[in-house]
């Protein structure tokens, strides 16, 4: 079964903090992708992987950095926490190619409170 | 990207078919027809997608019109699992996209007794 987990489910943070998400995925896929998720508003994509070493800016990537140095691990990193980057941050994966580029697989999740 | 335009929400009897539509009238030649859906406190699961022909896997078909301005999830036989809100999206394939999906608001879908 494939799968793409999230190092916490709940992430309570100071302002101010500097923040590390984790994502790993065990299915080889070379796309990894970090979206935020808020009433309202839907899934907005922060940032893109399509290979290691490899980043894309999505649609909000300010506040936000990332890091790829393996195949199956993305990090999406706050550098100084704020309160308005409490929401739930989701990652995904997918396969380069025609065929399957835009059939993401998600992880459950990250809820994160900045106080 | 082509946006989409999808009725806030929708009720649905356990067992009956649930027709989810969704208009994207400016909807480009290259570009293909996805459809994912979110259970509360999970992330988004891919469902199907589709060109212009019409498509079914084991979750879902999926009807696309001749103009390709809209098209309509079918959900066969409705169950309360799957209450959800359900994201119609329209993206290019390959190239500099990389796979990059815009989420709108979607569509909550609630099943009944």
């Known amino acids: 079964d494939v799968k793409v987990t999230q190092s916490s489910r709940y992430l309570v943070k100071r302002t101010g903090e500097k923040v590390f998400l984790e994502c790993v995925q065990d299915?080889?896929?070379?796309?990894m992708f970090w979206y935020r998720q808020d009433p309202g508003l839907g899934l907005r994509l922060i940032y893109f992987?399509?290979?290691?070493?490899?980043?894309e800016k999505g649609d909000i990537p300010e506040g936000y950095s990332v890091s790829r140095e393996k195949k199956e691990r993305f990090s999406l990193i706050l550098e100084s926490a704020s309160t308005n980057q409490t929401s739930m941050y989701l990652c995904?994966?997918?396969?380069?190619?025609?065929?399957?580029?835009?059939?993401?697989?998600f992880g459950p999740g990250t809820r994160l409170t900045v106080l | 990207d082509a946006k989409t335009t999808q009725p806030t929400s929708m009720d649905c009897a356990e067992g009956r078919a649930a027709n989810l539509p969704c208009n994207h009238s400016t909807i480009s030649g290259n570009e293909y027809v996805y459809w994912y859906r979110q259970i509360h406190s999970q992330g988004p699961q891919y469902i199907i997608h589709g060109l212009k022909n019409n498509e079914t896997n084991e979750m879902a078909s999926l009807i696309i019109t001749e103009d390709r301005k809209s098209s309509t999830l079918i959900l066969p036989h409705a169950t309360l699992r799957d209450t959800a809100v359900y994201y119609c999206?329209?993206?290019?394939?390959?190239?500099?996209?990389?796979?990059?999906?815009?989420f709108g608001q979607g569509t909550i879908l609630t099943v009944h007794p």
């Open positions: 992987s399509y290979d290691v070493k490899m980043k």
């Open positions: 999206i329209v993206s290019i394939r390959g190239g500099t996209s990389y796979g990059k999906l815009t």
């Open positions: 995904a994966s997918s396969l380069p190619g025609l065929a399957t580029d835009n059939e993401q697989f």
């Open positions: 299915m080889d896929h070379e796309n």
